[in-house]
């Protein structure tokens, strides 16, 4: 009985130990990808800001009126 006792007790410290391995994994990934997250946008952002073209505003108008007309034509 008394190394069946050890064998489990060690087993539940292998169970344990892999489970806080596994969730201090979970929580530095889901951090991670929130600051990237954060990072990305902030520089997207600031790069929106930086490039704007006035013929990409026209070409995106363009592309409205078209699906405008499309919509219309698949309601009537």
């Known amino acids: ?8 007790e060690e087993g539940m410290n292998l169970l ?3 489970m ?3 969730f201090s994994f ?8 929130n600051i990237l997250r954060v990072i990305f946008s902030v520089l997207t952002q600031n790069k929106a800001e930086e490039s ?10 363009i592309h409205h009126k078209i699906i405008k007309e499309v919509l219309g034509g698949i309601r009537s």
Request: a negative charge.
């Open 1 to 8: 009985m008394e190394e069946q006792d050890i064998l489990i």
């Open 16 to 18: 344990y130990s892999g």
């Open 20 to 22: 806080v391995v596994v």
């Open 26 to 33: 979970l929580v530095l990934l889901i951090i991670s990808v």
């Open 52 to 61: 704007f073209d006035p013929l990409l505003v026209e070409q995106n108008n």
